[in-house]
């Protein structure tokens, strides 16, 4: 079924990236906006997601995370404020959605666990994987893959990050079979860094839903904070889509 046209609202939101040819020829903006996705996490790479997705007038965004937002979160979560301390995470990371872009539809979702991870994945049309530890990271990937659906994922720590597209053609599993320590808590980050990777996750999952470019399939991207270095490698032996 053809999507509706872009109201004159809409038009005037989106704008700038109706400029740019290969996203207005794909008719992106559209398939956008009848794009459901599910991000789970809403801290360090989670934060820059939201925020970018919604902007970019997805459909629906469901948020999942079940922490509250700390002191500690603050340096590099940029959803959130002092004021914030203390909330949860997904309710803050709701409104913000919401404050940034009125035509998106924004929910909380529990915390996604073995029991609802199916439903949840299933309900949407990409999940973007913003967690910060492997057991969620194995979660998602088992459950995308079981499913044969398409995800985002991303990690930072320290002065490093990364990201890929994973599905049917090659899952985490396959890049990390084992689980590696990475997480802010056990190896520090500085503040940018998750916010460069979260930003890349949100170019990634806008070509994925738009149908534009050649988003991350196969591939790995890698950044060093310290040098400025990003480098992209083919792995898995699975041939991209």
């Given amino acids: 079924m ?4 872009l109201s004159r609202a809409e038009l005037r939101r989106y704008s700038r990236p109706l400029l740019v040819p290969e996203w207005a020829e794909a008719g992106a903006q559209e398939k956008l906006r009848s794009a ?13 997601v939201i925020r970018q997705l919604a902007g970019a007038g997805v459909g629906a965004l ?12 603050l340096h590099r979560q940029l ?6 301390v203390g909330r949860p995470k997904a309710e803050v990371a709701c409104a913000a959605a919401q404050r940034v872009n009125p035509f998106v539809e924004v929910r909380a979702a529990p915390a996604l666990t073995p029991d609802n991870a199916a439903d949840l994945i299933a309900g949407h049309d990409l999940t973007v994987d913003a967690t910060d530890n492997f057991d969620s990271r194995y979660l998602i990937a088992d459950t995308c893959g079981a ?11 320290g002065v490093s990050g990364l990201c890929s597209v994973f599905g049917p053609h090659l899952g985490l599993r ?14 520090g980050v500085l503040g940018p860094v998750p916010n460069m990777v979260g930003g890349m996750m949100a170019l990634q999952a806008l070509l ?34």
Wanted: charged share 20%; glycine share 14%; hydrophobic share 40%.
């Fill in 62 to 73: 469901t948020i999942a995370d079940s922490d509250t937002v700390s002191l500690s979160n």
């Fill in 2 to 5: 053809t999507p509706p046209p």
């Fill in 174 to 187: 396959e890049v990390f079979p084992t689980p590696e320590a990475d997480s802010c808590d056990e190896l």
């Fill in 147 to 157: 499913l044969g659906r398409e995800w985002v994922w991303g990690a930072a720590s």
């Fill in 79 to 84: 959803l959130f404020d002092t004021g914030d």
């Fill in 36 to 48: 459901q996705v599910l991000v789970v996490g809403a801290g360090g790479l989670g934060g820059p």
């Fill in 208 to 241: 994925v839903l738009g149908g534009v470019g050649e988003p991350l399939r196969g591939r790995l991207w890698t950044f060093d904070a310290l040098t400025g270095r990003v480098r992209v490698i083919r792995v898995g032996s699975a041939t991209p889509r």
